[in-house]
């Protein structure tokens, strides 16, 4: 009898170790191997065959802040701290005086419409900081010139998850989540207590997945070009949910009309106007989930009318198969972006240096804030980047200019996202995790050149 | 000469904890076969969401319902000397191992997540539990596995499948036809 049952039990043990074998294989196999993020710098970014997930690769950096450390930077540079201890700043605008806005700011709730998202919710919430974020823009001053500002305020409070800002003459424009809103300005005010006019509403809830509304203004001041990103990955939440997302929509300034500028940019932040050609450039967070090297974020010129892929294709006419109904029509006329960054950099902020405080070598190009990636087993970005540009153009690969958010391989001290130039000409870089924004100018010995 | 019938180790105020539980995660794993092909055919992804969360509960369930038969099985010999009870093992177990599988699929995102692979695993489930679920109910309503009361000489696990066939259309009653109710009825 016993020796029946343990046969029995055998047989069993072997059946349930087999088939659990067989599953831990086919999740354990899953996943190329990440590959060399140069590869896919640049115009012709390599790109690989795509992979489809069973387990969604997660990978963040825990959280651990700078405690009195700072970022490094490329020689010839030395960064201070401009302000610690914010609630999550996101984005910067540099007023004519000199004074910064510093856009504390999160996102509206994620409802929850699939049991994954119970569980990304989760991760989501270890990759950013613990301070609850604000829903205001705070005002920092620097009177005596040394750089760091001694005097804040609150400049404009109980907002809806603010993001962009641009100040067109005395008309200071906030892109809310769900709308652009105006605001009368007087240069040297230093808090706005009057209510803000609605200019144009924008998608927002219920799902509001990519919520930052990044904001600029056209050269002549005429309209506004705010990026509004997917309401998704790739269409999990339902085509009806991308009405007028995943777009940069241009808003005319006088009547708040607005038409869709350019669309399939998954989430377009970072909106700038070069300031030699006066063409406007966006930095592009592409989708996830086929792989660590698979889509590239792509910083790119904005053509009017063009279409950029999202969701049906990226890079071109490579089709996701994700996308059903498949729009070869839409597919056959997408734009190809184009500087690639590398795939899950998460790329929000974007800045063309036209100052003269950095060295020679800075000027011309532009800065871009990468976030860093959450879900690549090798974490990607964490740090900022220089783009050489040459006649309007990127002419040359990437370089790192601040890094050190990371420490010990995966935990992060900050996470870069906005960045501007003050009025001295060194740039700023809004650190969401590390509660910081960071002020990177030329090193003593180099200054003045 | 009368026998017991097979004991059900987990059970609750006499009733068999497999049995009450096992019949939730059949009906999940059913249900996203039919809301997969209503994705398949639609598109559209509320019908691919029902499929994720159906696939949860079933999963959620079953943490509990296959624990109480693996241990209904393994401590009651009578239960592991029928055939049923190792198709019904053997063949639940699988089907809980693809499940996983499938729910994991189904986190990817929008049309891939159910077309084809979660449909075709759904729809595999689903095969496997026709035939788990019938061997289910035969070793409830055949064997009275789990069924508080004493076997009667001719009935229970000797007469594997006979139950329905010896059902007499007329005159005398069938031995399969004495319920264990009756029978307790008729005892004292």
Redesign the interface.
């Given at each position: 009898m016993n020796a029946a049952r343990t046969k029995v039990s055998a047989a069993i043990a072997t059946t349930t170790t087999a088939a659990a074998a067989a599953a831990l294989f086919v999740l354990t196999g899953c996943g190329p191997a990440p590959q060399d993020p140069s590869r896919q710098i640049g115009a012709n970014p390599d790109l690989p065959p795509q992979h489809q997930y069973l387990l969604p690769p997660m990978h963040v950096a825990k959280v651990v802040g700078w405690n009195g450390a700072t970022p490094s930077v490329a020689a010839g540079l030395r960064v201070q701290a401009f302000a610690t201890g914010l609630a999550n700043p996101r984005s910067l605008y540099v007023l004519p005086n000199g004074d910064v806005l510093v856009v504390g700011t999160g996102g509206p709730p994620a409802p929850v419409r699939r049991p994954k998202e119970l569980v990304m919710n989760w991760v989501e919430k270890m990759a950013h900081s613990r301070t609850p974020p604000g829903q205001r823009i705070l005002l920092f001053r620097d009177t005596d010139g040394d750089g760091v500002p001694d005097q804040h305020s609150v400049f404009i409070d109980h907002l809806h998850s603010p993001f962009g800002v641009v100040l067109v003459g005395n008309d200071l424009y906030v892109a809310n989540t769900d709308a652009v809103v105006r605001y009368p300005y007087v240069t040297g005010e230093t808090r706005i207590t009057e209510p803000g006019v609605t200019l144009c509403e924008l998608p927002g809830g219920p799902i509001d997945h990519h919520w930052t509304k990044s904001l600029t203004a056209s050269p002549d001041g005429s309209m506004l070009y705010a990026g509004v990103g997917s309401n998704s990955n790739i269409t999990e939440n339902g085509i009806q949910a991308e009405v007028g997302r995943a777009s940069i929509w241009q808003i005319d300034r006088a009547t708040g009309a607005h038409r869709e500028y350019a669309t399939g940019l998954r989430n377009p932040n970072g909106l700038q106007f070069e300031p030699n050609t006066h063409t406007l450039w966006a930095v592009v967070n592409e989708r996830d989930e086929l792989g660590p090297d698979l889509v590239p974020d792509y910083l790119t010129q904005v053509r009017d009318g063009a279409f950029y892929g999202w969701p049906y294709s990226y890079y071109g006419q490579h089709v996701d198969p994700r996308v059903q109904p498949q729009r070869p029509d839409l597919v056959a006329k997408a734009t190809l972006p184009d500087y690639a960054l590398s795939s899950h950099v998460a790329p929000l902020g974007l800045v063309f240096y036209s100052g003269t405080n950095l060295p020679a070598h800075y000027r011309g190009g532009a800065f871009v804030g990468e976030h860093g990636s959450w879900d690549r087993s090798v974490l990607n970005g964490y740090k900022v980047v220089y783009i050489p540009f040459a006649d309007g153009h990127p002419s040359g690969p990437a370089e790192d200019v601040v890094t050190g958010f990371l420490v010990a391989g995966d935990q992060a001290r900050g996470r870069p996202v906005g960045l501007a130039v003050d009025g001295n000409g060194a740039l700023l870089i809004a650190d969401d995790t590390g509660n910081s924004v960071w002020r990177v100018s030329a090193s003593p010995s180099t200054s003045g050149n | 000469m009368s026998s017991v019938n097979p004991r059900s180790t987990v059970s609750i105020a006499g009733l068999p904890l497999h049995a009450l539980l096992v019949p939730i995660p059949f009906v999940c794993f059913v249900a996203t076969l039919v809301t997969d092909l209503v994705y398949w055919r639609t598109?559209?992804?509320?019908w691919?969401?029902a499929s994720?969360?159906l696939l949860?509960v079933g999963l959620l369930v079953s943490l509990l319902a296959v624990p109480a038969g693996?241990i209904d099985?393994?401590a009651e010999?009578p239960i592991?000397r029928l055939p049923a009870a190792w198709i019904h093992?053997?063949g639940n177990?699988?089907a809980l191992?693809l499940s996983?599988?499938n729910?994991?699929?189904h986190?990817?995102?929008?049309?891939?997540?159910v077309?084809p692979a979660g449909l075709i695993l759904s729809a595999v489930v689903v095969v496997i539990l026709l035939v788990t679920g019938w061997q289910g109910g035969a070793l409830v309503y055949r064997h009275g596995v789990g069924v508080r009361g004493v076997v009667p000489p001719g009935v229970g696990a000797r007469n594997v499948g006979t139950t329905l066939l010896s059902k007499p259309i007329l005159g005398e009653p069938g031995v399969g036809e004495r319920s264990v109710d009756t029978r307790e009825k008729q005892q004292p």
């Open positions: - | 598109a559209e992804m509320l691919a969401d994720a969360w949860i693996m099985f393994f010999p592991r093992g053997i177990v699988t191992v996983i599988v729910a994991l699929i986190t990817r995102d929008a049309y891939t997540s077309v």
